[in-house]
């Protein structure tokens, strides 16, 4: 496993250039991530309506793989149905932790090269667990 | 060689961990501030304990039994002889600077604070020495004020001074050495300014073991918290300093075996310091590593492993200040071999795992001072800590990692 396969160019584009960096504002949602090891942070908003999320944002501060992380998720379930998005959350969570297939993850693929790094795996997931905690119980999520 | 300086690479030669490859590539270990690695005669006399003495302490007539308690006690006096303790019932033994600092807060303060009273936390302290205070003035009702750092990472003399001189203030808790910074705190000026005005001074002695040669009587200081693993010895063991008179005072920490001197049911007579604060137990093995760490310290020399230190640290910072964009946290006058910086293209834990690939290990992250962190406007930091078996080779190493870093996200 070497650096370039873990930092991977479209990880470092979004750690560099986040997309949907920033407040939303209104959002019917919110849930604070924190990964108290490295002092993480995300905040994340999401607006729903008719069980579909209508638009998400997220602000804070984490690193490259963190960071990288919660700006393809946040470009991957604009749009997506609740439903939908907490599959994608299984999915990435089981990707993220499981070895074997995980079938096609689109780019979210290029995130695959973080498992090799177990001690880096909080950081990949810390977005996803905060969407999960937005949509379902509205609170704060911390990855020990 | 002259005298007082360090042969550092029969030093080196003595720590088996050091002699290995991660990544493909030889060990550059510069995470000395989080635990050093230990010598062959440490491990060889924890070793030795378990296959030829070991029995516990205190309570057997049987040979075995006194030879551990021998060792152990002739541990505690090579401790107490080697910080200026006045006498040897001043030395309690704790699993670690953590253990000491909470049983002060809790058998001191809980038995001497009360609504009215101040505790004062230097701001660069480490949550050991910061959480246990809190946790007391929530029982007794005491206030916990940070005392304000400059942005040198140096202790704000002037405001501690007026702010002792306002009253009320029953102890003062600062750090010996900063784990993040590496600054060195006057603890015997803080002392000083403390005892004028009746407070306690309480010390986080954690680094100061293997950075300084440490006097408890020249610092006049009350407690001291000390820790083995950081300065050559075991994890799992470390030490409190308490003068004579503060401790007789105090009311056991934890209770049970080895603490008392009789129990009915009627009435439980304590032992005497230090035994009243050794419930259980001890971790006699560690003691006994202990004190082969302090022999380390004695025969290498502290102030030449300090001086030593203090020029490696010293080039890091010269050469990592050549790279734009990378930033030294504390410029303390006074500093010990310890390096934290942030570059601003990568976030320090991107640093550290790239360090990492490189065979380069440092640590990153808040170093159990998330409240220094706040002061200095980071989340994190990278820090390079530096130990006697460090060498410029490793300092070029880490240079030349920190340089793939600012490469790779550059
Ligand atoms: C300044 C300081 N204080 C206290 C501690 C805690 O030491 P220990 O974990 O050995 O109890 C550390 C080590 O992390 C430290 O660097």
């Not at chain 2, 209770?255 to 310091?273: D, I, L, Q, S, Y």
């Not at chain 2, 001890?282 to 003691?287: F, H, I």
């Not at chain 2, 200040?321 to 976030?347: D, Q, Y």
């Amino acid at each position: 496993m070497s650096l370039q396969d873990l930092y991977q160019e479209i990880i470092l584009d979004h750690g560099k250039s986040p997309r949907n960096f920033g407040e939303l504002d209104p959002y019917t949602h919110e849930a604070e991530g924190f990964n108290p090891l490295c002092g993480d942070q995300v905040r994340l908003m999401v607006r729903i309506a008719d069980g579909k999320i209508e638009d998400l944002k997220f602000s804070g501060h984490g690193c490259a793989i963190s960071t990288a992380s919660a700006s393809m998720m946040t470009q991957l379930l604009k749009g997506k149905s609740v439903e939908d998005a907490l599959k994608l959350v299984d999915k990435f969570r089981k990707a993220m932790t499981e070895d074997g297939d995980h079938g096609d993850m689109g780019e979210l693929g290029c995130l695959s090269g973080v498992r090799e790094f177990p001690n880096r795996v909080k950081c990949a997931t810390l977005a996803w667990h905060a969407l999960k905690s937005a949509v379902t119980t509205g609170g704060k999520v911390t990855t020990e | 060689m002259e005298p007082g300086t360090l042969d550092v690479s029969s030093t080196r030669a003595e720590f088996p961990a050091l002699h290995q490859s991660v990544s493909g590539v030889p060990l550059t270990y510069l995470d000395n501030a989080a635990t050093t690695q230990k010598p062959q005669s440490v491990i060889d006399s924890v070793d030795e304990f378990y296959e030829q003495d070991n029995a516990n302490v205190h309570r057997g007539v049987h040979q075995l039994s006194q030879r551990a308690t021998k060792a152990y006690e002739d541990a505690r006096a090579a401790l107490a002889n080697w910080i200026g303790a006045a006498s040897d019932a001043e030395v309690v033994f704790t699993k670690g600077c953590t253990e000491g600092l909470n049983l002060v807060a809790a058998s001191w303060g809980g038995s001497n604070l009360q609504g009215n009273d101040t505790v004062l936390v230097s701001t660069m302290e480490h949550h050991s020495n910061i959480v246990p205070w809190q946790m007391t003035a929530e029982r007794t009702g005491a206030k916990v004020e940070p005392i304000p750092i400059t942005d040198a990472v140096e202790l704000d003399l002037e405001w501690l001074a007026a702010r002792l001189a306002k009253g009320g203030v029953k102890a003062v808790a600062v750090k010996s050495v900063c784990n993040v910074s590496g600054t060195v705190n006057p603890i015997k000026e803080v002392a000083r300014l403390a005892h004028e005005h009746g407070a306690l001074i309480v010390v986080d002695a954690a680094q100061g073991l293997a950075h300084q040669k440490v006097s408890v009587q020249d610092w006049d200081a009350d407690f001291v918290a000390f820790t083995a693993h950081k300065a050559y010895g075991p994890m799992g063991i470390g030490a409190l300093y308490g003068r004579k008179a503060l401790l007789e005072n105090m009311p056991p920490y934890q209770t049970g075996g080895g603490m008392v001197r009789g129990v009915t049911f009627e009435k439980t007579n304590f032992a005497e310091p230090p035994e009243r604060f050794e419930a259980g137990t001890p971790n006699v093995a560690g003691a006994i590593g202990f004190a082969t760490a302090i022999d380390f310290l004695e025969r290498v020399g502290v102030e030449a492993m300090a001086r030593h230190e203090n020029c490696l640290a010293k080039l890091a910072e010269e050469r990592l200040s050549e790279i734009p964009g990378l930033k030294i946290h504390g410029k303390a006058k006074h500093k010990a071999g310890i390096v934290s910086f942030t570059m601003t293209e990568a976030h320090p834990h991107d640093v550290g795992t790239v360090l990492d690939q490189y065979g380069v290990a440092v640590r990153t992250g808040h170093h159990c001072c998330m409240p220094l962190m706040a002061r200095l406007g980071v989340p994190a930091t990278t820090r390079a800590s530096f130990a006697c078996y460090n060498n410029t080779t490793d300092v070029e190493n880490l240079f030349n990692a920190v340089i793939k870093v600012k490469e790779l996200f550059g």
